[in-house]
């Protein structure tokens, strides 16, 4: 279900080659989630580095709502760069397992294959 890997990057490199290449496979970067910052900022003190990126392809989103409105719940993908245990990891939550958990759908069952593909690209590329 989930997607893991570590990388050989500092966090801030990490983070920066997302920004760069998420581009190239036709994503948007809809927005950028500084889970650290957030958390300091709410009072609640926390240390470890987190980004979480929103990530959009238009196409492959209007395709799955198109198919069923109600997974709108579920986009847009996520894509993570975390510290842990003074490694940083890039991840992501598999399209084709969550998905396949809410709906059985052969055309969805396919959109979902080539986001993930996507995804993991970027992820492999990020690392």
């Not at 080659?17 to 989630?33: M, R």
């Not at 957030?38 to 580095?49: D, I």
């Amino acid at each position: 279900m989930k997607y893991i890997v570590d990388s050989n990057k500092s966090f801030k490199d990490a983070v920066s080659a997302l920004y760069n290449i998420i581009p190239t496979h036709k994503f948007g970067i809809l927005h950028v989630h500084d889970v650290k910052e957030t958390l300091n900022t709410k009072g609640v003190p926390f240390e470890n580095e987190v980004s979480v990126f929103e990530v959009c392809n238009p196409q492959k989103a209007s395709a799955v709502l198109n198919a069923d409105m109600s997974l709108n719940m579920v986009l847009p993908c996520r894509i993570s760069v975390w510290e842990e245990k003074g490694q940083v990891k890039l991840g992501t939550i598999l399209p084709t397992a969550l998905l396949s958990s809410l709906n059985d759908s052969r055309e969805l069952r396919t959109a979902a294959e080539e986001v993930e593909k996507t995804l993991i690209a970027i992820i492999d590329e990020s690392k």
